[in-house]
């Protein structure tokens, strides 16, 4: 399984913060908003990501995040040359995809909570198929709507509905099996323009392939397609590492949990960092487990 990350876009919802930088480049407290998305991943147990930008943009992640192999990772970079829509990722990613199934995480979704590391257990054991997820809002309208029986097979999904059929949004963490290439490359431009996700999504639910797994109440979808949303996951973020004493989405502490790094090379990354409180955090990380 690879992984890719959409991190284009003009992010003008956030004018005048992204004039200059990527939406994705922002903070959500004390990291960049695009650790999360790499966040998830890791703990979907993906150690090859792809990141999909803008030609300005796609420099920055490149020094931000390097190859990734000090995460015992490793991290490629694509252009995508103006926002043609999400479906356009497996098309630019087809050469990194090669043979392999491909999850794709939009830069701007912030996932936390348990059950993770279950839930991608089950999507990888199908092996041909979609998967999606579904999410519990009060304002079902303003999203993508899925509808789906008792076993998880999903009847229709739509794109902001006068009347849902239910009240589960649809969040950008998408499993594909390797046919989403092919599928990508037939998906015909929508109304403005763009290669729609759903496009595909209805094409796995045509082939009876499409399956929807529910985020319950202890997993939290943040928004940040707003400044007060933006305002409110980073509150969200500082109140869980102040109260708890871990934090979100250090991946640093991912990759040595899950057996990318050893305890020797989370200490040398710890103190490349030692002056600010996220290095102190990752050092207390090995004095906690001795």
């Known amino acids: 399984m690879k992984g890719i990350i959409l991190a284009g876009g003009k992010g003008t919802r956030l004018y005048p913060s992204t004039i200059t930088v990527s939406k994705q480049l922002l903070p959500i407290y004390d990291k960049p908003m695009i650790y999360y998305p790499i966040s998830t991943l890791m703990l979907a147990g993906i150690k090859e990501i792809l990141i999909i930008s803008t030609p300005h943009d796609l420099p920055h992640y490149e020094k931000l995040l390097g190859d990734g192999s000090k995460l015992g990772m490793k991290f490629s970079y694509k252009v995508q040359e103006k926002p043609r829509g999400l479906a356009e990722a497996f098309i630019l990613g087809e050469e990194f995809i090669g043979k392999d199934n491909v999850c794709l995480i ?78 990508a490359k037939k998906v015909k431009p929508s109304a403005r323009g763009e290669l729609e996700i759903t496009s595909i999504n209805n094409e796995y639910l045509r082939q009876n392939k499409l399956k929807v797994e529910i985020l319950g109440r202890g997993v939290a979808w943040l928004d940040t397609g707003s400044p007060s949303n933006m305002l409110k996951a980073g509150m969200f973020v500082e109140t869980v590492q102040e109260r708890q004493g871990f934090y979100i989405a250090c991946l640093e502490e991912i990759a040595w949990r899950e057996g990318f790094i050893n305890e020797d090379k989370l200490r040398m990354l710890g103190e490349e960092l030692k002056q600010t409180e996220y290095g102190k955090y990752i050092l207390s990380l090995l004095d906690k487990e001795m």
């Open 106 to 183: 939009l830069g701007d979704n912030v996932f936390y909570g348990t059950g993770f590391k279950e839930i991608f257990s089950r999507i990888n054991k199908n092996k041909n198929s979609a998967t999606i997820f579904g999410y519990q809002v009060n304002n079902p309208k303003e999203f993508g709507v899925v509808e789906f029986d008792r076993d998880g097979n999903v009847l229709s999904i739509e794109e902001k509905p006068d009347n849902p059929k239910s009240r589960y949004a649809v969040p950008g963490l998408y499993f594909y099996d390797n046919s989403v290439i092919e599928i």
